[in-house]
């Protein structure tokens, strides 16, 4: 549905180091990158990215939810985002209140993004 999704953070060095490391399990890496000001182009082999850009305005707080292939990629989110600094919003597990295989994890990550990511599959 998405191309790219745009946002601006407080910390363009501090917000970059942050996602590449808490994405890494999902395959994310930096694409195209320019001047803090443009920013950098976060993406997996699909299509679809995410862009962050250095802003002196306060970032507005989103929640940004990223697909995993299976409970271990959500496993390992939320472990190397805890490591690059996160803060904790909801260990891995099932949210049966969603769905039955609603496996998700969240973290805070800089300027308070509430940052998840899930699985929808059953266990394998």
């Given amino acids: 549905m998405f191309d790219?999704?745009?946002?601006?953070v407080s910390d363009y060095a501090a917000s970059k180091a942050f996602?590449?490391?808490a994405l890494e399990p999902l395959g994310v890496s930096a694409g195209s990158e320019g001047p803090p000001t443009y920013g950098v182009e976060l993406c997996t082999k699909a299509k679809a990215s995410l862009c962050l850009?250095?802003?002196?305005?306060?970032p507005a707080h989103l929640h940004l939810a990223f697909t995993a292939e299976n409970r271990q990629q959500v496993e390992a989110f939320y472990r190397t985002a805890l490591e690059a600094g996160g803060k904790d919003n909801g260990a891995p597990g099932l949210r049966p209140h969603y769905h039955?295989?609603?496996?998700?994890a969240f973290?805070?990550?800089p300027d308070g993004h509430n940052i998840e990511v899930v699985c929808q599959e059953p266990e394998a």
């Fill in 4 to 8: 790219h999704v745009k946002f601006g």
């Fill in 19 to 21: 996602f590449l490391k």
């Fill in 53 to 58: 850009y250095q802003t002196e305005e306060k």
């Fill in 100 to 104: 039955a295989n609603y496996y998700a």
């Fill in 107 to 109: 973290v805070i990550g």
